[in-house]
Antibody, heavy 122, light 109 residues
Framework: EVQLVESGGALVQPGRSLRLSCAASGFTFEDKAMHWVRQGPGKGLEWVAGISWNSGNIGYADSVKGRFTISRDNAKNSLHLEMSSLKAEDTALYYC???????????????WGQGTLVTVSS | EIVLTQSPATLSLSPGERATLSCRASQSVNNYLAWYQQKPGQAPRLLIYDTSSRATGIPARFSGSGSGTDFTLTISSLEPEDFAVYYCQQRSTWPPEKTFGQGTKVEIK
């Protein structure tokens, strides 16, 4: 059974940093691309960042480019999102998402975690 | 940048009725169009991928169709558990900026 368990969400002040993590199990993690997708309160889904199986292809939404960094540790079956210069508009539930495929040509989100809440407020 | 527009924003139907949801892309997505279902308090779930292929465990009452820029999700006979928000998503471009539509809420009439 595929499991994706996010952690690291918190209440943080604007301008501060936060690191999210996702522990993956139930599949061969090193074979699949992974993503972070967020959902603001009462809003729709927004893709944030994605990383291919070997970290060779990484992409970011324009809204977070230069502030967020996605990374993965295939030895530890873990995905991370380093967030800096946080803004109020980054407030959202952040989902760790497994791709059905391995590379940049995938982007089919077949399993989702339950999310970790990030609130940016003073 | 490809923009996905879903319609209607809200669909009010009764259990047993047929639901037809639309997703229109601003340019061709080469049939790389997926549908997700999200119930309140839950993570989204993949329903349909590549226009018409059902994901694992998805009931046959869910079907997808379309091509190029116009796509449809059909629920043949609504069950109580089908009342939810549905999102379409395109995967024809990298990075997938604005990859999701804005969603259609299917509510009980």
């Amino acid at each position: 059974e595929v499991q994706l368990v996010e952690s690291g969400g918190a209440l943080v002040q604007p301008g501060r940093s936060l690191r999210l993590s996702c522990a993956a199990s139930g599949f061969t993690f090193e074979d699949k691309a992974m993503h972070w997708v967020r959902q603001g309160p009462g809003k729709g889904l927004e893709w944030v960042a994605g990383i291919s199986w070997n970290s060779g292809n990484i992409g970011y939404a324009d809204s977070v480019k230069g502030r967020f960094t996605i990374s993965r540790d295939n030895a530890k079956n873990s995905l991370h999102l380093e967030m800096s210069s946080l803004k109020a508009e980054d407030t959202a539930l952040y989902y760790c998402v497994k791709d059905r495929y391995s590379g940049r040509n995938g982007m089919l989100f077949d399993y989702w975690g339950q999310g970790t809440l990030v609130t940016v407020s003073s | 940048e490809i923009v996905l527009t879903q319609s209607p924003a809200t669909l009010s139907l009764s259990p047993g009725e047929r639901a037809t949801l639309s997703c229109r892309a601003s340019q061709s997505v080469n049939n790389y169009l997926a549908w997700y279902q999200q119930k309140p308090g839950q993570a989204p779930r993949l329903l349909i991928y590549d226009t018409s292929s059902r994901a694992t465990g998805i009931p046959a009452r869910f079907s997808g169709s379309g091509s190029g820029t116009d796509f449809t999700l059909t629920i043949s006979s609504l069950e109580p558990e089908d009342f939810a928000v549905y999102y379409c998503q395109q995967r024809s471009t990298w990075p997938p900026e604005k990859t999701f539509g804005q969603g259609t809420k299917v509510e009980i009439k």
